[in-house]
């Protein structure tokens, strides 16, 4: 069981920035990749972000693109989404998650990181509000 604990949400006023962090548990080279996803209310869950710990590659939606960066911490537990020049836009509750290396025989299972159904496990959620 892995256990991931959200944190750094917040109000802030549009244009200011936001470092969120999650914490996870367990060995990160157990993991295929970590990402970021959030939930505006009565929209869909959308990936935000994502980081591969197979080869350290990144995909971020268009839609935060030049504004977000995703990154592993020097604890190897810990990865940030560092958020700059927020807008109302990015409110929503952001979630971390993790998808768990998988093998076929001797070959790992590729993913793509982006979509929600790939992950395993998921964080309880950190608030983030941006007012106008």
């Known amino acids: 069981q892995v256990q991931l604990v959200e944190s750094g949400g917040g109000l802030v006023q549009t244009g200011e920035s936001l470092r969120l962090s999650c914490a996870f548990s367990g060995d990160i080279s157990d993991y295929y990749a970590i990402g970021w996803f959030r939930q505006a209310p009565g929209k869909e869950r959308e990936g935000v972000a994502c980081?591969?710990?197979?080869?350290?590659?990144?995909f971020y939606a268009d839609s935060v693109k030049g504004r977000f960066t995703i990154s592993v911490g020097n604890t190897k537990n810990t990865v940030y989404l560092q958020m700059n020049n927020l807008t109302p836009e990015d409110t929503a509750v952001y979630y971390c998650?993790?998808?768990?290396?998988?093998?076929?025989?001797?070959?790992?299972?590729?993913?793509?990181?982006?979509?929600?159904?790939?992950?395993?496990?998921w964080g309880q959620g950190t608030q983030v509000t941006v007012s106008s």
């Open positions: 980081i591969s710990t197979v080869d350290g590659s990144t």
């Open positions: 998650a993790v998808v768990l290396k998988g093998y076929q025989g001797d070959t790992l299972l590729v993913v793509t990181g982006r979509v929600g159904y790939e992950y395993d496990y």
